[in-house]
Nanobody, 115 residues
Framework: QVQLVDSGGGLVQPGGSLRLSCAASGSIFSIYVMGWYRQAPGKQRELVAAISTTGTTNYADSVKGRFTISRDNAKNTVYLQMNSMKPEDTAVYYC?????????WGQGTQVTVSS
């Protein structure tokens, strides 16, 4: 079982940048597919970006070209670099680790994009 701790959220102006981090512990980090999800008020949780064990990435259409997911297996950490942010990026962002049908979640970090 893996434990996840999200961090890096905050308030940013439109067009600004933030970097989220997710530190993992308790298991072998490199075997997990890692992802970032977000949930805005009144909306379902949605996948933002994911990175496989071999580094293959995929992104939601709404963030392609603006967000970048990466992982550092030596540090047991996954990152989400968010650039050119928009008000519609406002949400609670959750780190996710997946191994087969097992899903693990971070506690979430609030991201607010507002002037």
């Amino acid at each position: 079982q893996v434990q996840l701790v999200d961090s890096g959220g905050g308030l940013v102006q439109p067009g600004g940048s933030l970097r989220l981090s997710c530190a993992a512990s308790g298991s072998i980090f490199s075997i997990y597919v890692m992802g970032w999800y977000r949930q805005a008020p009144g909306k379902q949780r949605e996948l933002v970006a994911a990175i496989s064990t071999t580094g293959t990435t995929n992104y939601a259409d709404s963030v392609k070209g603006r967000f970048t997911i990466s992982r550092d297996n030596a540090k047991n950490t996954v990152y989400l670099q968010m650039n050119s942010m928009k008000p519609e990026d406002t949400a609670v962002y959750y780190c996710n680790a997946r191994l087969g049908f097992q899903y693990y979640w971070g506690q979430g970090t609030q991201v607010t994009v507002s002037s």
